[in-house]
């Protein structure tokens, strides 16, 4: 019975790193997507977002199933509660991936992004692609040095957002070029990005939590839920 | 302690119900403060989000020394997960009508929305209140019927959001006249309201999962989890 219980517990964790191994692909193509106007690969982002979704209803019924049947307490009551929270994030961020993509599905064939905006989302979305990696690993290895630092990366993405804002409202001359399409484009995408970073944040504390056991504190680990 | 932990457990729902009031008075007040311009209302929402984390804080604590204390099994089980989701929910929502508020304060003294945009977002504005309004009703009653009619609404909400595409995208005179922090802000808003709409359905959702412990299928209750 304890050994089901290990292995069903460490199938939690794979089933996090294999969501986040699929976000991460995702967020790949989609922006590779938006960049290149690549519609096949638009396309399969949007039609791949399912996979994630379905990763997470099996990740969340066997975290309620373990509730129901182990009743775990301390560290492995926290791998539990930590799946459920964490498989909530990493459909989310699936489902930006898949909103990045479906812009750039729409302007087809058409680039969404004007060539005004490229040199700042060529910075986005190297930052955003470095946030989907280091959610692959914080699930993979628990580094909490590695939680700290995405933190901080994401005071950077915030950063390149506001910076989008600049852009659209600047009074040049170079911006009053811009369509309501690319507007409207530019803000959403800037949204997806910046929540996408959010959410990256978000995994990094619970990975704190997951460690620590402190939902709070960031320094003292705690021994105790 | 079977007492007690009935009393853990009616905590758990009435602290969802005082989020959830606490996310419609801040919706409520943050599209007042949009439309009116009011400054003041705006930094109340703006400072009172605090709050709707505080109770999310206290609310997630609580279920997880409930999973810890009390192992609890099928309802008993449902509703501390439901709980834990459903806080990650509310408090979103609590975000967005932040995000509103701030749109509403960032434009003042000016209104964000230009008259052309009035008529729309005043439906836009009853609908979001009206979900706002129904996730507190469904947190206080698990009405299952409610609880389908909510879902239906949100077809509704999604149909005014892509009539906010329509009108910035429009190719009249009218429109042209928008500058481009009016898109900005109609891009976002419409957002802000739409994301705020699909929470209500993740409620609507997660009270059919409560209720009838099905987490996929809404027509036919279950016993088991």
Chains 1, 2 share one sequence.
Do not use: W
């Amino acid at each position: 019975m304890r050994e089901i219980f290990r292995q069903d517990l460490e199938q939690v964790g794979d089933d996090l790193v294999l969501m986040a191994q699929k976000v991460r692909t995702a967020m790949q193509d989609a922006t590779a997507a938006l960049t290149t106007g690549d519609l096949a690969l638009a396309e399969r982002v949007i039609a791949a977002d399912r996979e994630i979704d379905q990763v997470q209803d099996s990740l969340d019924a066997q975290c309620v199933t373990l509730l129901a049947r182990q009743a775990p307490v301390a560290t492995d009551l926290r791998v539990v509660v930590t799946g459920l929270r964490l498989s909530a994030t990493l459909e989310r961020m699936g489902d930006l991936a898949r909103h990045v993509a479906e812009v750039a599905r729409g302007r087809y064939p058409a680039l969404a992004l004007p060539p005004l905006a490229t040199e700042l989302f060529d910075q986005v979305v190297t930052a955003v692609n470095a946030v989907a990696d280091d959610v692959v690993k914080l699930l993979e290895g628990h580094d909490l040095n590695l939680a700290s630092q995405v933190l901080e990366d994401d005071d950077q993405l915030d950063a390149l957002h506001k910076e989008t804002f600049r852009l659209m409202l600047a009074p040049s001359a170079d911006v009053s070029g811009l369509s309501a399409q690319q507007l409207v484009d530019i803000t959403l995408l800037g949204r997806y990005f910046e929540r996408f970073g959010d959410h990256g944040v978000s995994v990094a504390r619970r990975i704190m939590f997951l460690v620590t056991g402190d939902p709070f504190v960031r320094e003292e680990p705690l021994t105790t839920i």
